[in-house]
């Protein structure tokens, strides 16, 4: 994810394989921060998921987070649905869909508000559980993921460790020519986005 995006829209759409024996998840979609110095329970995260009760929930791991029960009907086993997570870090403000693949009706969805002390560094997918006292895990499959990044506040931050420096100079001078690290927008990293990474030289504000 782009970290110094202020927000990420996340789509992907989701069919719950099976959900196992025991009491747990297929699949987990959405936001994390993880420096990889803890275990990925202890980061903050922003996650849609299928519970082994057949229903939609959030997970938020962030101040005034909670678990909420995203009111759809029943998860059908085998059916495709598609999951949308818009969450805007400057506001607050998180939206939630989940919508027939095929019909493309929405089903349940809805939003909230919390006050973010950070903003997301990863795109989020986690593997079906197998709890203890399970022995069939709880399986899903992922496909057609899409995801935008708007609201970049230091799109010169190439290795988005917070400042505009040396570093990020040799990222850009390394794609010359290149259109990976366009900053100015013309298809084309040349002299032109060298005046705006040496503009923003310094601390991300």
Do not use: K
């Not at 970290?3 to 987990?28: C, E």
């Not at 399986?139 to 990020?168: E, K, L």
Request: with cysteine; net charge negative; proline share 4%.
């Amino acid at each position: 994810a782009a970290q110094f995006a202020t927000v990420h829209d996340l789509t992907a759409d989701v069919r719950v394989d099976t959900f196992g024996d025991g009491q747990s998840w297929p699949t987990t979609v959405g936001f994390t921060m993880d420096d990889g110095s803890l275990d990925i329970n202890g980061s903050p995260q922003c996650l849609i998921y299928p519970w082994f009760d057949g229903n939609w929930y959030f997970f938020l791991n962030e101040p005034n987070g909670d678990i909420f029960l995203i009111i759809t009907p029943p998860i059908v086993v085998g059916h495709w649905y598609t999951v949308n997570l818009r969450v805007d870090t400057s506001t607050g403000d998180i939206n939630l869909l989940i919508s027939d693949t095929a019909t493309t009706l929405p089903l349940g969805g809805g939003q909230i508000n919390i006050d973010f002390d950070r903003n997301y560094d990863r795109l989020s997918f986690f593997d079906g559980e197998l709890p203890g006292t399970a022995t069939t895990s709880a399986q899903a499959t992922v496909d057609n993921i899409r995801y935008v990044a708007t609201g970049v506040i230091c799109p010169s931050d190439f290795n988005a460790d917070g400042s505009i420096d040396s570093t990020d100079l040799a990222v850009l001078l390394a794609d010359w020519g290149g259109s990976d690290n366009d900053l100015d927008g013309d298809g084309s990293v040349g002299s032109s986005d060298l005046a705006v990474l040496l503009a923003a030289w310094g601390n991300c504000d």
